[in-house]
């Protein structure tokens, strides 16, 4: 069964701060170029900042996410490109001392043969759970989870000569806390995972002048998914205007969109 829940800001930081004190030391990103046969080694360093123990729980979940800023978590195998089968994991429960810091280790072992070129992936679900507590309404005990974030663990196999394929989805302008925020709904299309950057050229309708260029932050974006770039304008009055969308990766490959946007009074 998926669980449609609003994208975590852990899958963006660079390291993230659970409830409890939890603290993951070393990101939330760990990308291999991996080969066939390959065995490579990985870790997940967690710290307890808390002046009391705390039991986590350490699991594999496939995902995927949206432009609208949900993400699907499920069960191993949901993903056709799922890496789930080649990572183990050294425990799957620990409990931290208050103050302790450790490590988790996993290892990703590639099959012989790989179906096809592309990225793989899965997250390590790092999940604090309460102590086990009697329940007064019912017989036995309760366990209560406490947030939980994701790791993501990115396999890209025989990827040299693959190219992204982006797509933008939408376009549009919205005005948050006194700001202009142009939103740019970008799709990977293709079989690679990427690191694209959305900008934005803005030329006065009536005259043709450019008046800015103005540009997001980098996000990651694996094959099949897509996120919204969000690009503050603000700076730009009032008016109709020409417009020219650039998504970049990471290896300056460009993907361009010609828009008719309006910046509006209100």
Known sequence: MIKRIFFFISLILPFAVLQAGIVILNGLTHNYKVENGQVYKGKIAIENTDNQPQNVKIFLQDFTYHADGSINFTAPHTNDKTNTDWIRLNTNFLTLKAKEKTEVYYEITIPNQVAKPGSYWSVIIVEPVEDVKPNENKDGVNITS?????????????????????????????????????????????????????????????????????????????????????????????????????????????????????????
Request: aromatic share 8%; charged share 30%.
């Open 146 to 266: 406490i947030v939980r974030y994701a790791i993501q663990v990115i396999t890209d196999y025989d990827s040299e000569n693959i190219k992204p394929d982006l797509k933008f989805e939408s376009v549009k302008i919205d005005k948050e806390e006194g700001r202009h925020i142009a939103k740019i709904a970008i799709a990977n299309k293709g079989e690679i995972y990427c690191k694209p950057t959305a900008a934005i050229e803005m030329y006065n309708r009536k005259n043709g002048q450019k008046v800015g260029t103005f540009s997001s932050q980098a996000m990651g974006l694996l094959p099949k998914t897509s996120k919204s770039f969000h690009i503050d304008i603000s700076k730009i009055p009032p008016d109709k205007y020409n417009a020219v969308i650039i998504a970049t990766d990471e290896d300056e490959n460009a993907f361009a969109l010609n828009v008719e946007l309006e910046v509006k009074n209100d």
